[in-house]
């Protein structure tokens, strides 16, 4: 069967990557983004251009939107030389961005009345995820529309998991970031109550890597606290913006989240405090500040 042409549109530290693997599986690919210095990584390896989301929907079957947040994503969608001006019945749009459950849901909506389908499937696992395909997908949205695009997810991720009808996938993205989020500051209160005490950092972590205590948030980001290495692979002002919808969802939903709106402040103090484009295991540096004390470790 021949593979479908897509349409990209949003490369940045998550969809250059994703876009790129899927022209390494031979997909034949059709982009956009607003920065063009983007693009040209992706033209050398035969991507073409598109210069509006509008040309992106005319030119392609499946088109795959990675965005920063909804206001994007509903612009891109449905504002003036949008996806909604270029798209065919029975076209597949997929968002793979994370954004408001609701805002997912009425857009699913606007666009099946004109005969068009919608997944919602955001991702987990980061940069790293990214680059090496392993990422984890979660897809909101019809069962048989999930399963004509499953060959394209698998390009993309190795855990890809249908969630339910739209909107389900941005709620169990939700639960996601809820998690991370935990387990980002119980490594970071592990190692600077260890810190205070005189005990070197980094034999924190090999004991907590090594029991109970261990998760993947610790594996990967752990070994760079250490060394106060903050580059992104997720931005904390992304984080905080997940933060924000999910708070916003559980209360639309009355359900309380006293520990996440926690973290959400420590999230926002961060951001404030001018450190939203480190990575967000750079969370560490706001109870660094109010204990006074550095995690840094002394192994060579």
């Excluded at 949008?82 to 009425?106: F, Y």
């Excluded at 907590?208 to 290495?229: F, I, N």
Aim: overall charge neutral.
């Amino acid at each position: 069967m021949r593979k479908p042409i897509i349409g990209f549109i949003g490369l940045g530290i998550m969809g250059k990557p994703m876009a790129s693997n899927l022209l390494k599986s031979g997909y034949s690919l059709i982009i956009f983004d607003i920065d063009p210095l983007r693009l040209k990584e992706l033209f050398d390896k035969g991507a073409a251009q598109a210069d509006c989301p509008r040309e992106i929907a005319e030119k392609s079957q499946v088109v795959i939107t990675m965005l920063p947040d909804s206001p994007e994503v509903e612009n891109v969608w449905g504002g003036e030389r949008g996806l909604i001006e270029g798209i065919n019945p029975d076209q597949i749009l997929i968002d793979m961005s994370t954004i408001s459950p609701s805002v997912t849901q009425n857009l699913s909506k606007s666009m099946k009345k004109k005969g068009v389908h919608c997944l919602d499937a955001p991702v987990s696992g980061g940069e790293i995820g990214a680059i090496n395909a392993t990422l984890s997908i979660m897809v909101g949205g019809e069962t048989e529309i999930f399963e004509k695009a499953r060959p394209i997810f698998e390009c993309l991720g190795k855990t890809i998991t249908y969630c339910g009808p739209s909107g389900s996938g941005q709620i169990v993205k939700a639960c996601n970031q809820v998690q991370v989020a935990f387990n980002l500051m119980g490594m970071a209160e592990s190692f600077i109550l260890g810190a205070k005490a005189g005990v070197d950092p980094a034999i924190i972590f090999q004991v907590l890597s090594g029991g109970y205590a261990q998760t993947r948030v610790m594996d990967v980001r752990g070994p760079k606290v250490l060394v106060g290495d903050y580059q992104p692979g997720f931005k904390s002002r992304f984080h905080l913006k997940d933060l924000n919808i999910i708070l916003r969802t559980a209360q639309e939903l009355e359900c309380p989240l006293p520990v996440t709106g926690l973290i959400h402040e420590l999230f926002t103090a961060m951001v404030v405090q001018g450190r939203g484009e480190l990575d967000h295991s750079g969370i560490i540096s706001v109870i660094e500040d109010l204990a006074q004390i550095k995690v840094r470790s002394n192994a060579k």
